[in-house]
């Protein structure tokens, strides 16, 4: 079965350092999704991507975050400078089509995330 | 906005046992419903969707009604195993807010004791 691969499985960085976590979505999939989990509280939504752009970010997703698709198989989220609040686990997602569908959303295994 | 409110963890069972995990929405548009399942060093697995009222999804055993009326989207399991210990996510997708992304509640942890 396809799945949604998400590596490192566990990255840990200094504050002040920029990181980039990489995704390989299913391949056929279109609409590219990160989220992210702060231990105890809930899965955020950070950005969605579709046909090379950004469709909608969050309020959390600002300057310090960008998103890319270098390859057509890659999509990958920066973070320039990190701080100690963005430790937390990172989720990538794709779908073949936007939401409005119900089309569903695949997850990976996510990137735990420790800024030190 | 749209929010997603489920009950509180953790929730521990023995095998055989009936389950229900609460969950409840607000939501700007005609949203749909899904509940998520995510066992020890998995990513999240889609477990069921309703995408209108009064759709029942169910996968594996576990089932959820979409109660438009009371905003609800139960999960119930009439007989849970071990091998269900996983933490359970319900969320939302609404067309009327964003037409992409998910909204989660917290997710609540089940351990089942055999």
């Known amino acids: 079965e396809p799945e949604v691969t998400q590596t490192p499985s566990h990255q840990v960085t200094q504050m002040g350092q920029e990181v980039i976590l990489r995704c390989v979505p299913i391949s056929n999939h279109l609409y590219f999704y990160w989220y992210r989990q702060i231990l105890g509280q809930k899965v955020e939504f950070l950005v969605s991507?579709?046909?090379?752009?950004?469709?909608?970010k969050s309020e959390i997703f600002d300057d310090q975050f960008s998103v890319e698709r270098p390859d057509g198989s890659n999509f990958t989220l920066k973070i320039r400078s990190t701080k100690l609040e963005d430790s937390a686990m990172y989720f990538c997602?794709?779908?073949?089509?936007?939401?409005?569908?119900?089309?569903?959303?695949?997850f990976g295994a996510g990137t735990r995330l420790s800024v030190l | 906005g749209d929010s997603v409110t489920q009950m509180e963890g953790p929730v521990t069972l023995s095998e055989e046992a009936f389950l229900t995990i609460n969950c409840t929405y607000t939501a700007t548009g005609y949203p749909s419903l899904f509940w998520y399942v995510q066992y020890p060093g998995e990513g999240l697995q889609l477990l069921l969707k309703?995408?209108?009222?009064?759709d029942k999804g169910s996968n594996k055993g576990f089932e959820a009604t979409y109660r438009k009326e009371t905003t609800s989207f139960h999960l119930e399991k009439g007989s849970v195993q071990v091998s269900d210990s996983a933490v359970y996510f319900c969320a939302l997708s609404d067309p009327g807010g964003s037409n992409y992304k998910l909204t989660f509640g917290k997710g609540t942890l089940l351990t089942v004791n055999p």
């Open positions: 991507f579709y046909n090379n752009e950004i469709s909608e």
């Open positions: 309703a995408t209108k009222a009064d």
């Open positions: 997602a794709s779908s073949e089509a936007g939401s409005l569908m119900g089309n569903i959303q695949y």
